[in-house]
């Protein structure tokens, strides 16, 4: 018997979950509340020219889809709210839920001048708070649904460790934050429309709601040139 490392194989295998990630990439119709709060360009380029992920970011994104429908099943299509998709998670008892990954631990040290642990000082506990991108999102779908209350489980993939929060948004809060999803509709309408006319060119970088989406982006390479001007800094 034979035994070798194949590496078509593993090729093969990661661009099967590759193909699938370009398909919920390339969206058609109404915006995504996930696409209303993303970077305009990405979002353009998705859904006219998707790019392929590499294949440690395809593994990170299938690693993180799978958890998720193990735990809840296939995820819902979605409804359509004033021109814009969402489809959290989950409803649970008329309250959003919604399933988190990350590679983060729930307790670390913090690091000093010189980036290594500090190992005389406690344990720093993961902030939620810290991201953003998740908290926006889950408070857009409590908007649109009318709800105050979510739940964000987070799976912490190294300690294999589950934990809850809950968020409870105010009516006031709710009411700014279906503001901002029009403003940001009505803006993402307009760049997509401009960057899609002959010798139009993709939206700005400017648009991007945070420095994190570029870090696992398909698309970083057309843009550091554009990025760096604006401030942008690539991790250590």
Same mark, same amino acid.
């Given at each position: 018997?034979?035994?070798?490392?194949?590496? #078509? *194989? /593993?090729?093969?295998?990661?661009?099967?979950?590759?193909?699938?990630?370009?398909?919920?990439?390339?969206?058609?119709?109404? =915006?995504?509340?996930?696409?209303?709060?993303? @970077?305009?360009?990405?979002? =353009?380029? $998705?859904?006219?020219?998707?790019?392929?992920?590499?294949?440690?970011?395809?593994?990170?994104?299938?690693?993180?889809?799978? *958890?998720?429908?193990?735990?809840?099943?296939?995820?819902?299509?979605? &409804?359509?709210? +004033?021109?814009?998709?969402?489809?959290?998670?989950?409803?649970?008892?008329?309250?959003?839920?919604?399933?988190?990954?990350? #590679?983060?631990?729930?307790?670390?040290?913090?690091?000093?001048? $010189?980036? %290594?642990?500090?190992? /005389?000082?406690? %344990?720093?506990?993961? +902030?939620?708070?810290?991201?953003?991108?998740?908290?926006?999102?889950?408070?857009?779908? @409590?908007?649109?649904?009318?709800? $105050?209350?979510?739940?964000?489980?987070?799976?912490?993939? =190294?300690? $294999?460790?589950? #934990? !809850?929060?809950?968020?409870?948004?105010?009516?006031?809060?709710?009411?700014?934050?279906?503001?901002?999803?029009?403003? #940001?509709?009505?803006?993402? /309408?307009? !760049?997509?429309?401009?960057?899609?006319?002959? %010798?139009?060119?993709?939206?700005?970088?400017?648009?991007? /709601?945070?420095?994190? &989406?570029?870090?696992? @982006?398909?698309?970083?390479?057309? @843009?550091?040139?554009?990025?760096?001007?604006?401030?942008?800094?690539?991790?250590?």
């Amino acid at each position: 018997m034979k035994v070798y490392e194949n590496a #078509r *194989m /593993t090729d093969w295998a990661i661009k099967q979950v590759g193909k699938k990630m370009l398909v919920n990439q390339a969206r058609t119709g109404p =915006f995504h509340a996930s696409e209303i709060y993303s @970077c305009f360009r990405r979002v =353009f380029l $998705n859904r006219t020219n998707p790019h392929q992920y590499d294949a440690k970011t395809i593994l990170i994104f299938a690693l993180g889809f799978a *958890m998720q429908e193990w735990f809840f099943g296939p995820e819902d299509e979605g &409804e359509e709210i +004033n021109g814009v998709v969402f489809s959290p998670d989950r409803m649970v008892e008329d309250n959003v839920l919604e399933f988190k990954t990350t #590679r983060r631990s729930y307790e670390t040290y913090a690091k000093d001048a $010189n980036g %290594k642990m500090d190992k /005389t000082v406690p %344990k720093v506990k993961f +902030n939620l708070e810290a991201n953003e991108s998740w908290i926006t999102r889950t408070g857009a779908y @409590c908007a649109e649904f009318g709800v $105050n209350k979510a739940h964000i489980l987070v799976f912490f993939l =190294f300690q $294999n460790d589950l #934990r !809850a929060w809950t968020l409870e948004f105010t009516d006031q809060e709710l009411d700014f934050i279906r503001k901002e999803v029009e403003e #940001r509709r009505v803006e993402l /309408t307009a !760049a997509f429309e401009k960057a899609s006319k002959p %010798k139009g060119k993709p939206p700005l970088v400017q648009t991007r /709601t945070g420095d994190w &989406e570029c870090r696992m @982006c398909p698309y970083l390479d057309k @843009c550091l040139t554009e990025l760096k001007k604006d401030g942008w800094q690539e991790e250590d």
